[in-house]
């Protein structure tokens, strides 16, 4: 319509300034060509009548309304969960799409905690078993008595039979 109000002819300029001011009736209601031309004016319907342009663009302003109209309607009114919905729904589509990518990565998360458990279940079997075998070989040793054992009590005799060999000797 921009192009419209910048025509010369001074009529066109009021009649189009006048359609503009037409009103678009009630919520669902959109009224014909007829019907918006007969609340204006008489000049506006006489210069209507003659001018194909001005005709013209009262049948593209009933068409834009009928066009326009579904969007009218009032919208519903979003519910108070709804922002979590939403919010639920995308973390639902991330967690999907990194199921999807990371999936064999899930899976070891999801046994980690079970290969701790089995880890520190044979770590402590492990451990009192060899405590177990530590206190059997402690309980043999002093069955046995110190003659077995690898260190003797008692110091060894020094070995005479090493012969010393001064500088001015030579055997």
Excluded at 130 to 144: I, K, M, N, P, S
Excluded at 154 to 169: F, K, R, T
Aim: aromatic content about 4%; charged content about 25%; proline content about 5%.
């Amino acid at each position: 319509m921009s192009n419209e109000l910048e025509m010369k002819n001074g009529e066109c300029r009021r009649f189009l300034e006048e359609l503009e001011g037409v009103s678009a009736g009630g919520a669902g209601e959109v009224k014909p060509q007829t019907v918006l031309v007969a609340q204006m004016s008489n000049e506006a319907r006489g210069h209507a009548a003659v001018c194909a342009e001005c005709s013209g663009a009262v049948e593209d302003l009933a068409e834009s309304r009928r066009a326009l109209l579904p969007m009218s309607t009032p919208v519903a009114e979003a519910g108070p969960w709804f922002a979590a919905r939403v919010m639920a729904a995308i973390r639902g589509k991330e967690n999907e799409q990194e199921e999807r990518s990371n999936g064999v990565w899930l899976g070891v998360r999801r046994l980690a905690p079970r290969l701790v458990a089995l880890c520190t279940v044979v770590l402590l079997v492990g451990t009192t078993w060899a405590v177990q075998l530590r206190r059997e070989d402690l309980t043999r040793r002093a069955t046995l008595g110190s003659a077995e054992s690898v260190f003797e009590s008692v110091p060894a005799p020094l070995n005479d039979d090493v012969l010393v060999v001064g500088q001015g000797e030579r055997p």
